[in-house]
């Protein structure tokens, strides 16, 4: 369950949830009621969940050279040992491929491409691209925050129109200022593992 990241499964489900009660008001006539079906919302709610809790756990494998020498980070379960990296990777893996898999058959092709790029920006992108390199890192890997909220948009829609692309937006220019609020207690640890966090 720790390598799932719940608390950020939460928010992806909440936000991608809230776009697609958001897209279905706004793809109708006004004045219509939300649009919205039990399948499209359990199968949002399911793959999101599992694309999020796969790329987390992830991110947890890539980063547990660096997790164990931090201490906010040390007591992760890869480098305190209650999970070996080997089972993180096979379950991060697994729930990515099936998040994909469940989405092709049960959503849209524009909602299941959403998805598979917001795995893609989290852990190719952000995790093992930019992180330890660029400190660009939040600001373009937050992208990913923003493949869910157009999941949703999506899932209502069939497609992603200005609104949808706006509502991604929003979360895309939340991510940073967001990280970087709760970075700044951590720029020591941080800087300890030469993982750059501040464009200022």
Not at 17 to 25: D, E, I, Q
Not at 170 to 177: C, D, G, Q
């Amino acid at each position: 369950m720790e390598v799932s990241k719940p608390r950020i499964v939460i928010v992806l489900i909440i936000t991608a949830v809230t776009s697609l009660l958001a897209g279905s008001r706004f793809d109708n006539t006004p004045g219509d009621a939300w649009d919205v079906t039990a399948w499209q919302l359990g199968f949002l709610t399911l793959t999101g969940a599992m694309a999020s809790m796969g790329s987390s756990a992830l991110n947890h494998y890539y980063d547990r050279d660096i997790d164990k020498i931090m201490d906010r980070t040390s007591e992760r379960p890869i480098p305190a040992g209650r999970i070996s990296p080997r089972n993180a990777l096979f379950y991060g893996i697994t729930l990515c491929i099936l998040s994909v898999a469940i989405a092709w058959f049960t959503l849209n092709p524009v909602a299941t491409g959403m998805i598979a790029l917001g795995i893609f920006f989290y852990v190719i992108i952000y995790t093992a691209w930019l992180k330890r390199i660029n400190a660009s890192n939040i600001v373009i890997g937050g992208f990913a925050g923003s493949a869910a909220s157009m999941a949703g948009w999506a899932t209502a829609t069939g497609s992603i129109n200005l609104l949808g692309f706006l509502i991604g937006w929003l979360v895309f220019m939340w991510t940073p200022p967001h990280f970087w609020c709760l970075a700044i207690r951590a720029r020591e640890e941080y800087a300890s593992v030469r993982v750059p966090c501040f464009l200022f």
